[in-house]
């Protein structure tokens, strides 16, 4: 095989952004909320301020500052915020509202060469999200858009964030395998840095549209990691799957 | 949809003897190593006798004894009991050894008719393992066997053992619904039992061998389970799957 993934045990994936597109899909799911209540914002710009707030949420986790909560939870939070600093009045919104559109977040569409890729990959290596999103998020995304996941890790299963160390670690260890024989497949170079801190192997997805037309950050592998690749059938070829 | 599981949102199902036989399996995998040691024991004996530690190694879990341990654990100390038991010098075994056939828990045949039993069900419901088996087990048996989850879930993410009501509840929890819309599907009447106990949909699955031939318990329904079944073709079918 190439590159040296035989001894690996088990892919994991980021996949806000990696697997699927998070930006248009809020977008898309966004819309009819914000024009029931006439709200100036653009779609998109709206899935971008909502987005904006998620790093700054899971670094409070990260610091201590506040106990683990999962990402849903932390998306409902800034899903307020954003309302608010728009002008809503919050008192004016029902619940079943918020919750409907707070589930933006578990009905976006994979990207077009993540199925084939995911199915491809499949066949030679037990594959899962190794993403922030909870496990509820991961499982009804993987029911959406027919990701054909074996198992679902990550954020939940180790009570923390990444890019901290237990998101990977604890994953591994559930998994089944020694940090040397799993592979983080991501489109954020952050993530890979991580992955690759802790022993893991790591495979960049090139997503140059995860942030739109004018995307500045991740636009290319930033380092040497392990494969580097334009879609995650291309990934696939390379792995001989 | 009959019985009244249109509410349902995730089926989850107890693994070892509904899904998986395990009794066979184990038997299979110990032969070689019971040979290469001249042990007289039968290979289904050497499996029961392995299982019988099971409930016993759980409940010091669950009484608090001791911390939560992953059941690859259990099953380990529990091996190396049972090698002593029949006479067995462990400083004679290399670990290697004893890891591998440790792992016969790994790998072990669904029952005839399950893969095209929870294919089926798939189509309709989120399913997965609500299992006293780790993660990594639950992962390895899939990949085995070909078991088509979409998630794990079930002792691992709860860091409890069923019967006890987190194991359920924190399943529910972590998929995304209420104990009201969950379903176990189980061969036990105690695991139903449990799972009714704090709110779940109940699935019986008529497992008469999964003891051998000479099967005493959980022979039949012991309860007005909300469906009892066969096979679980026979419960796709039900669930108009």
Redesign the interface.
Known sequence: MPHDFSPVGFLGFDTFGTVVDWRNGVAREAEPFLKRHRMAVDPLDFADQWRALYEPSMEKVRSGERNWVKLDILHRENLEKVLENNGVDLDSIVDAELRDLNTAWHRLDPWPDAIEGLTRLKRKF?IGPLSNG???????L??FGGLP?????GA??SESYKPQSETYLKTAE????PPQQVALVAAHNSDLAAARAVGFRTVFVRRPYEHGPLQQTDVRAEDNWDLCVETLTQAADALGC
């Open positions: 037990p909870n496990i509820s998020a991961m499982l009804a993987a029911r996941w074996d198992v679902i890790v939940e299963i559930a998994v089944g395998f």
